[in-house]
């Protein structure tokens, strides 16, 4: 057999004998789409360049961190000056301070954040919060939503209402599950009963306000109300996992969006990561002062970590919550998300392909199917062969979307009105092999 002239053909196979499937993170191996994973060399602006030099329109920005595209050169500029001042001291410092700062000054909900390393991290201290601070074990979330891949949240419904969990990946003890309820998204009478038959004993409910690790389901307003309310009335935490839509789907994180349908609308504990690090380790959970002063070491919630709020990783995080926060920015990237949205529902219907799509801020989604789904069980009755042509036909006209199809798209204050109508071209052209 003659070697292969792919490098990332090479490469993968090289990264098989050493890494667990070739990769550090399961989903960019592939392996629901088929074929051979492109290593990136190099990104810049709204593209990165694989092994074999090809270029891609990236929209998956590290999946969502990089709202203002790659080597944006104010934050390089940050990042090369804090380096140079030192890598990690195990100590506080002032940008720590100025990260916080920034932070709650654009999400109210939050009077103190703790910096950690990693969304999971973040959500699995959260969980800890909220079940010190109420002194209940048992924790709501639904089917869809992604938390991270703390052992309490790898979890799927049990069989009904009064049983809780079952683990869904191997090494999770069913023990560590049995205080996780998975409730269906977006369906008020199962919600209103579960909180009937457990709500006194509930710690928290956790939830992804619109849900981009099934895409992007959005939790209707009637929905997330009820949440709200019976969180209120039970006594539980209501938990917004922000990781991903905050500061992403608008400045004031997708609670701003909520706030406006419902007045005086806000989450108590708020989770965030991805953006907030500008696409360096660095997530955050906040929220009123009297619950995160339930925190070691004034309080006797235990959380800690080597490498919190690390000098760099503030920076990167830093520079670009500043960048963000110029006045126009989430109105222009709306804007552009909006016109890809828009573009490619008219090239699936100029096809006549079934296809619904939807977005807010920087952040979107799309489904073969005519209409949107509202919860996890209508997204899996999605055609994965027909998703697989879309995205190996738009991988091979240069445009690189989640190799995934329950996964969100990104877009960036780097992708410009070309890289969107090339985007919508190179999809037209799929979708008249996918109307055949
Ligand atoms: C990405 C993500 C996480 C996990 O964050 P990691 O940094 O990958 O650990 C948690 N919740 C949501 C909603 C996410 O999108």
């Known amino acids: 057999m003659t070697p292969s002239t792919d490098r990332n053909e090479t490469l993968f196979e090289r990264a098989k004998r050493v890494i667990p499937g070739g990769v550090n993170s399961p989903v960019r191996a592939f392996r629901a789409v088929g074929g051979t994973p492109r290593f990136v060399q190099r990104a810049q602006g709204a593209y990165f360049w694989d092994a074999n030099d090809r270029r891609y329109i990236d929209y998956i920005g590290s999946w969502g961190p990089m709202i203002l595209g790659h080597g944006h050169p104010t934050v390089v500029a940050a990042v090369q000056k804090a380096v140079t001042e030192g890598f990690s001291f195990g100590a506080p410092t002032e940008r720590e301070i100025e990260l916080a700062e920034e932070i709650l000054k654009h999400v109210p909900s939050m009077e103190m954040v703790r910096l950690v390393s990693s969304g999971t991290e973040a959500g699995m201290s ?205 109105e222009a990237l709306s804007r552009k998300t909006r016109s890809l949205v828009e573009g490619l529902k008219t090239a699936a219907a100029a096809e006549g392909v079934a296809f619904s799509a939807d977005c807010q801020g920087g952040m979107f989604g799309f489904f073969l199917m005519s209409e949107l789904p509202q919860n996890y069980a209508t997204v899996m009755k999605t055609d994965s062969p027909r998703f697989n042509t879309l995205f190996h036909g738009l991988l091979d006209r240069g445009v690189y979307i989640a190799p995934a199809l329950y996964e969100a798209g990104f877009v960036s204050a780097a992708h410009s009105e070309e890289d969107i109508a090339q985007t919508v071209a190179a999809a037209r052209e799929v979708f008249k092999l996918l109307a055949k």
């Open 126 to 330: 959260a969980i800890r919060l909220a079940r010190g601070a109420t002194g209940r074990s048992k924790i709501m979330k639904f089917e869809g939503c992604y938390h991270g891949h703390a052992d309490a949240l790898l979890v799927k419904a049990g069989s009904g209402l009064a049983t809780f969990g079952n683990p869904t990946s191997a090494g999770v003890p069913a023990e560590v599950v049995q205080h996780t309820l998975v409730l269906e998204y977006n369906n008020v009478q199962q919600l209103e009963e579960a909180f009937a038959l457990h709500g006194k004993e509930l710690a928290c409910l956790m939830i992804e306000p619109i849900a981009g690790n099934m895409n992007f389901v959005r939790a209707s307003v009637p929905f997330m109300q009820r949440c709200r309310e019976l969180c209120t009335q039970y006594g539980a935490l209501l938990v917004f996992d922000e990781v991903m839509t905050g500061f992403r789907v608008a400045l004031g994180s997708a609670q701003s969006v909520y706030a406006q349908a419902i007045p005086g609308f806000k989450p108590d504990i708020t989770v965030l990561g991805k953006v907030i690090g500008g696409g360096m380790p660095l997530a955050a959970f906040g929220g009123p002062r009297t619950l995160m002063e339930q925190m070691a070491p004034l309080g006797p919630v235990y959380q800690a970590g080597t490498l919190s709020g690390n000098p760099v990783a503030t920076a990167c995080g830093l520079a670009t919550l500043r960048e963000i926060s110029k006045p126009g920015f989430f």
